[in-house]
C-alpha cells in the first residue's frame, strides 16, 4: 500500500530553533540606532538651528548674509545677558525674518540715549565694541526702564539698525528669544564660536 504525499499540515515537521544570538544582535543595533537618532535630534533641534543674518545692521561682527547657528537650549535654563547676540522674532511675528541683535539691558535696567551716547543706570555704556555714537535715540530719548522678562537691544551698527530704539521692535520679550547666536558657519573665513 503506497501512501500519498499530503499537502498541508504535518504535526510530525521538526521546529526551527530561533537563532537567539541574531535576535539578541538586531536587537543591539535597533537601540543604538534610536539612541543615535534621538541624540541628532537633540542636537539639531536645541544648538543647531541655521539662520542667515538679514541686512547690515551687526556689521562689523556679523555681514548680511552670513549663516549662524543658534543655540535654542540655554535660554531655557538660563536668561539672556548684557552683551550676548540673540536671535528672536519681534513681537512673536512668525511671518518674519530672524532678527540678530545684542542685548544691552536686562530687566529693570534704565536706558537713555543723550546726544548719540547710550547711558546704561545713569552711567555711560561702555561698549565691548566700537561703536560710533547714534544719530537716532528713538525711544530711549527718554528713560525708559526693562520690564520683567525683557530685553533692551541693539544692532553693533548702530546707525542702521531697526531694533529697541523703534515702536515696530521695542524691547523684545523673553517669549520671542529663539535662542543666543553662538557659531558662524559661512563665510569661511569667519567660521568659528562668536
Known amino acids: 500500500m503506497k501512501r500519498h504525499k499530503v499537502n498541508g499540515l504535518n504535526f510530525g515537521k521538526k521546529r526551527k530553533k530561533l537563532n537567539i544570538p541574531l535576535i539578541k544582535e538586531v536587537f543591539t543595533w535597533a537601540v543604538e540606532i534610536a539612541i543615535v537618532l534621538a541624540a541628532a535630534f537633540v542636537l539639531v533641534y ?12 551687526m556689521a562689523k561682527t556679523l555681514d548680511a548674509g552670513d549663516e549662524i547657528l543658534v ?3 540655554v535660554y531655557k535654563v538660563l536668561d539672556p545677558k548684557a552683551g550676548d ?3 528672536f522674532l519681534p513681537n512673536g511675528n512668525e511671518k518674519s525674518h530672524y532678527y540678530v541683535k545684542r542685548v544691552i539691558a536686562v530687566p529693570g535696567d534704565t536706558v537713555q540715549i543723550k546726544d548719540g551716547v547710550l547711558y546704561l543706570n545713569g552711567k555711560e555704556y561702555k ?3 566700537d561703536c560710533e555714537n547714534m ?3 528713538g ?7 526693562v520690564g520683567e522678562d525683557e530685553y533692551f537691544v541693539l544692532g553693533d551698527n548702530r546707525n542702521n539698525s531697526e ?3 523703534y515702536s515696530n521692535i521695542g524691547n523684545v520679550k523673553k517669549e520671542h528669544i529663539i535662542g543666543k547666536a553662538w557659531f558662524i558657519i559661512s563665510p569661511f573665513g569667519k ?3 562668536m
Do not use: K, Y
Open 191 to 193: 567660521f568659528g564660536f
Open 46 to 57: 536645541f544648538i543647531g538651528l541655521r539662520t542667515s543674518v538679514v541686512g547690515q545692521s
Open 127 to 129: 561698549e565691548e565694541i
Open 71 to 73: 543655540n535654542r537650549f
Open 85 to 87: 547676540i540673540i536671535v
Open 135 to 137: 544719530e537716532e535715540a
Open 163 to 165: 531694533d529697541s530704539r
Open 139 to 145: 525711544l530711549a530719548a527718554e528713560e525708559l526702564t
